[in-house]
Structure formats: C-alpha cells, structure tokens
C-alpha cells in the first residue's frame, strides 16, 4: 500500500503516527468519499498490537509533557493552532471528501473552530487556579496533576472538531494522547499528527492509531497503562468501552447521542421557530445535538407545518463542495440504510412523510418530516442520525414538558418562545445538558457540554475538561511550628 495518498491536491499520511514516527500495518481499510463513492485510499488498519505499541509511546513520553512548565505547553498549543490556520484550506477541503459535510460550513465555521480549541485549553491552562484556603490554621492548596497516557476515541460526523475538542484540553492538561479516529473519517487526524510534529510536540506527546473499532478498540480501553478514556460516538458503542474500562476502573468521559426536543409555543416568533426546525437538517442531519422532534402548540401546528414546507423548499441538496449546497450525502451506505430503515418502518406503522421519506441519488436521502407518529414509537424513540424529523403537538405546557423528556437520552433541547416566565418555566424542568432559548447551537467552551441519561457520563469545556482529565490534588500544609499533638 502506498505511505501517502493525494486528496483534492493534498497528500495525507495512511499510516499510524506513533512515538513521533510512521508506522504501516500489515493490513489495510478502504476509506470511501461519501461524495460519490470513489475510493480515497488505502488506511492502515491498526489492532492490539499498534494500541499496545501506541500506548507505550504515550506512556514513555508522559513524564517529560507532565513535568514541561504550563507555558510552554501553553505555547506549543498556540503553535499548533497556527499550523491549522496555516493549513485550514486543506483541512477542510480534506474533511469534505471525506466526510461529506460542507465545504463552506468547514472553511467557515469548523476549522478555525478547531484552531480555537487549541486556544482555547492553552489561554484557559494559564488562568487554572483555585484560591489556598485555610482549615484550622492550615493552608488547602488545589491543585490539578497531569494524569497520564489519555485514549480518545472520536467519531466521523465531525471528525477534527470533536477529535481536538479532546486531544487540546488533554495535552494542556499535561497528559500524552492516543487518538482513535472513526475508520469513516481518519484522514483529518493524520494531518493534524503532521501539524503537531511541525509545531514541535514531542514525540510521543500525540499519537494517532487508526482502524475498526471492533479490532482496535478494546487493547486501547482496557490497557491498564491508561489513565482516562474519552469517547464520543453511540450507546451501544459506550456500553462495550465502559465494560473494557471497567477492568482497571479507568475514568470515561461520554459524549452519545440524543433525540432531543425542539418546543414550539404559539407565542413564538414562527418564522424564527420554522427556521430552528429546518437548521436541524444540517450536517445531513448527522449531529448528535440535533432537534429531531419537533413538538409543536397545537393551536399553530398548522401554520408552522406550511411555513416549515415553504422554508425546507429552498434548501438545495448536493455536492458538498458547492458553495450552493445546503444539504450534503450521508456518510456510508450502511448509515443510509440504517435512516431508510427506521423510516420504511415509521411509514409502515403509521407516520405520514410531509416532506421527503426516501433516499435521493447515490448517497444522499431525502430531507424528511414524519408526522402521526406515537410517542412510543421507534421513530420517536430512537437516534436516526440522518436528515429525518417527526412533528408532534401538544395541548399545553405541561403536555410539552412531558413529551420532551420522555425519551432515555438528555443531550439538547431547544425552546420557541415569546414568553420570558415560561422560558424559565419550562427550561427549569428539561432534561437536558444544553438548553438553548431562541437559538440554536450557540456553544462556548467555557461552558460545562455533555448529555444527561443515556447521552452521556460526564461534561467536558472549561475547567470541567481540566477537572476530567487531571488528578485533582489537595496539599494540606501546617503553618510553621505547627505541632500536631499540641496544636
Ligand atoms: P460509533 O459508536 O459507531 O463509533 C465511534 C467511534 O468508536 C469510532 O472511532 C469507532 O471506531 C469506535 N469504536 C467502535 N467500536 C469500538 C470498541 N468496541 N471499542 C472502542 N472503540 C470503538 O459512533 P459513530 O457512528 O461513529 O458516531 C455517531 C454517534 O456519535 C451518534 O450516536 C452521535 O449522536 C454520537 N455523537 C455524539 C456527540 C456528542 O458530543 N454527544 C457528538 C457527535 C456524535
């Protein structure tokens, strides 16, 4: 197989990068363009061998990263940032065929997203503090220790952004990485091991494995070298990795998924309500904090359905690199089969398609809207993952409330309202780790991320990200001549 591939004009490395070096596998996966199907390259398909291999590297580089003074590992996160604005082109034209998502959407919005993360953790890093207090004359200093060797393991819907969401407040943090990223989408997590070398990482610091999950995935989370693991990407996913996890009780942090609520209210702003709604079909609906359940005030189900069907009208779906696409493929032919699926069965058991309820040309399926659907109902139940919605109405407050909360995951939930007290009414009772009021998708990473129930164990963002991937320490220290039978 060949060491490099070539890429919309950019050449990525198919191989792993661990310990500051290439290294092939004896065998290899085929990664597919979601665009138009064509093969992109041959990937190096990693298993126990590379993990044990990577996570040594990890665990020999980790003293030397611990002990480098917070500015400079402050400093050499900055580096890395400008590397991905240096390259920022390529990273997202890169990401684009091989992931499909937007092109625009990359240039625009997620690449120097990625850059501000590596900012971000670096600025934040320098600010971590907690202020010595006294207990009896003693001083309490806090203290958060570098931990040690971190598995990431990230999935393809947003494969940079969600993978340095991670790798950047680790490595602040003074840990050393191995990052797995989905065998859908590894190409981005290559170039970034090419820009952390060239902004002077060590060796060793950043490690990339790459390969199916079910081959690589368990030598990585149950190694006992490995002090936090953190994953984002499906239930039944976490279930496997917290039961590896579980041998040597290694700290998890999970991002999963959701099927979370958008609540229309009559006295919302509709056509700000209509445009929440149809912003949900972004990313060819491939985003965990989605409002794939629409849930709508009886009194204006009708007129928001029409201007939802007007405003869902205008979204052109195609190429993604197309300045003009709103709407991209989805990511492999086996997660189209997986929406057409849930849908063929929704329709079977009663949902009516308002809009779309078929796939479209090669790789792409239909922007849908199921309406008729029971609360109970696997539609309304379970994560698609795709460009599919359902619409539900409800009588009152309270009816909305509980239709929002009655599913097993808590990832997001999105309120349309006029009504400030009922904002507060109702955003109190959510449940839900992200709850946006008239808006959509505002995120900062100061602010604590992460799912309630089944979407999740834990938050991340902020000094969360710190107090996740570090040992937080209290050092207990008696004032001078302190006697400790005598007081
Ligand atoms: P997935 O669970 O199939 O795969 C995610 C990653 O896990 C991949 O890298 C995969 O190779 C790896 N993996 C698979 N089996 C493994 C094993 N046994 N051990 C270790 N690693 C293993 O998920 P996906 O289909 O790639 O991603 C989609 C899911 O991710 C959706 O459920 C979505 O909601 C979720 N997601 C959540 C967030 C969030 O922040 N909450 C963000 C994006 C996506």
Redesign the pocket.
């Known amino acids: 197989m060949p060491d490099k591939i070539v890429v919309a004009g950019v050449s990525v490395d198919t191989r792993h990068w661990i310990g500051g070096r290439r290294v092939a596998s004896g065998d290899t996966f085929t990664d597919a363009s979601p665009i138009d199907g064509s093969v992109l390259g041959e990937i190096a398909r990693g298993g126990p061998a590379e993990a044990q291999a990577a996570v040594v590297a990890a665990r020999d580089a980790f003293p030397a990263w611990a002990a480098t003074p917070r500015a400079e590992r402050a400093r050499l996160l900055h580096a890395i940032a400008d590397g991905v604005e240096k390259r920022l082109e390529e990273l997202a034209i890169v990401e684009t065929n091989d992931n499909g998502a937007l092109l625009r959407s990359h240039r625009r919005g997620v690449m120097p997203r990625v850059a501000h993360n590596f900012r971000f953790f670096a600025d934040w890093l320098l600010k971590l503090d907690h202020e010595d207090f006294e207990t009896r004359g003693h001083t309490n200093h806090v203290s958060w220790d570098p931990a040690g060797p971190c598995v990431l ?6 494969p940079l952004m ?1 993978a340095t969401w991670k790798v950047a407040p680790a490595l602040a943090a003074g840990n050393t990485v191995v990052l ?5 989408s590894p190409l981005t997590a290559s170039l970034l091991a090419d820009i952390a070398a060239e902004a002077g990482l060590p060796a060793g610091v950043l490690n990339v494995v790459q ?4 081959e ?3 030598a ?2 149950s190694h006992p070298d490995v002090r936090r693991i953190s ?8 279930r ?2 917290a039961a ?1 996890a579980a041998a040597n009780l290694t700290p998890l942090s999970l ?4 099927k979370s609520p958008l609540l229309v209210f009559a006295d919302a702003d509709l056509d700000l309500a209509v445009d929440l709604a149809v912003e949900q079909y972004d990313n060819a609906g ?4 989605a409002a794939t359940r629409i849930l709508v005030e009886e009194t204006v189900a009708a007129e928001f359905t029409r201007r939802f069907l007007e405003k869902a009208a205008t979204l052109t779906q195609g190429d993604p690199r197309d300045e003009a696409s709103d709407i991209g493929p989805n990511i492999h032919p086996r ?1 189209l089969e997986k929406i057409d699926g849930f849908v063929q069965r929704a329709i079977a058991a009663g949902a009516r398609a308002i809009v779309g309820g078929h796939r479209g040309d090669g790789q792409y399926y239909a922007p849908t809207l199921l309406a008729d659907v029971a609360q109970d109902s696997e539609i309304v139940q379970e ?1 698609v ?1 795709g460009p599919v919605l359902t619409l539900q109405t409800f009588a009152d407050e309270d009816e909305a409330v509980r239709l929002a909360n009655d599913t097993r995951f808590g ?1 997001a939930a999105t309120v349309a309202t006029g009504d400030t007290r009922r904002a507060e009414r109702v955003t109190a009772q959510l449940v839900a780790g992200t709850v946006w009021v008239n808006c959509f998708f505002v995120r900062d990473l100061l602010a604590p ?3 309630s129930r089944q ?2 164990v834990g938050r991340e963002g902020g000094t969360w990200s710190f107090d996740f991937y570090c040992d937080l320490k209290n050092t207990v220290t008696a004032p001078k001549g302190w006697n400790q039978d005598h007081g």
């Open positions: 393991i990230t999935p393809w819907n947003a969600l797995k990223p989905a065998e859908w390969g199916y999950g079910a690589i995935g368990d990585l989370t994953f984002t990407g499906s239930v039944p996913t976490a496997r990795i590896s991002e999963l998924g959701g491939q985003v965990c904090l997660q994560e993952f990832l991320f992460g799912g979407s999740g």
